[in-house]
């Protein structure tokens, strides 16, 4: 499957990518050039584009979106309900852009999957081996302990320094993700409103 990975950071990309092969059972073929990840504004604002690029101009097959919630509200079933979605909810953000871009196109030819790393990527990264690698972790953190710091925290954990260069994010985010990727099912009972919707419709492909 030719699969593009819409990411905040380039380590991201073959960190999700490791993941989603791990819940295909299959290998994934990149597209070249890959897309460019720079944050959640450049992603929120740049999905459209890079939806209508990978359907006219490449042959790619499937996109995972992946967005850290930071401060975010956090996606909940309820969101779900029509009608009743949640604006700053960014996975609502993120399936509002997708349909609205499907219903433009009259298509839904690319399959799109998007996840809600809660409160970021480095909490998935530290799942099963760190206290705070659980949606669980973030919600029972009093809310004004739940800052940037907090995640500057988890970036420590991971990365052993809050500022690492791409380099070292890149082999510890692939590291990671191939231990993850042994047993999905953790990431998949520790994130269930970010990562749920992510496995649940990547298993529909
Ligand atoms: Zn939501």
């Known amino acids: 499957m030719k699969l593009s990975v819409f990411g905040e950071s380039p380590a991201d990309e073959g960190a999700v990518r490791i993941l989603v092969e791990a819940i295909l059972g299959r290998p994934t ?3 070249s050039p890959p897309l460019e ?3 959640w504004p450049f ?4 999905l459209s584009k890079v939806i209508r690029h990978l359907m006219f101009s490449t042959e790619t097959e499937a996109l ?8 975010s509200p956090i996606h909940h079933p309820d969101h779900e309900q029509a009608g009743s979605r949640y604006a700053d909810c960014r996975l609502c953000c ?12 009259s298509s839904d030819s690319l399959k799109i999957a998007i996840g809600l790393a809660v409160p970021s990527i480095e909490a998935w990264y530290l799942c099963g081996t760190d206290t705070r690698g659980s949606e669980a972790a973030w919600l029972q953190t009093e809310e004004r ?10 970036k420590y954990a991971v990365y052993q320094t809050e500022r ?7 082999r510890c985010a692939t590291a990671a993700a191939q ?11 520790h994130f269930p409103k970010g990562f749920g919707p992510l496995i649940k419709t990547i298993r529909t492909w």
Do not use: F, H
């Open 164 to 170: 690492p260069t791409l380099e070292l994010e890149k």
């Open 37 to 39: 990840s720079r944050g």
């Open 94 to 105: 993120l399936r509002d852009i997708v349909e609205r871009e499907q219903k433009q196109l």
């Open 64 to 71: 995972v979106v992946v967005t850290d919630a930071d401060s």
């Open 145 to 154: 302990k739940r800052n940037t710091m907090y995640r500057n925290r988890l």
């Open 29 to 31: 073929e990149p597209i």
């Open 179 to 189: 231990r993850l990727a042994q047993d999905i099912s953790l990431l998949e009972t």
């Open 43 to 46: 992603l929120r604002n740049n």
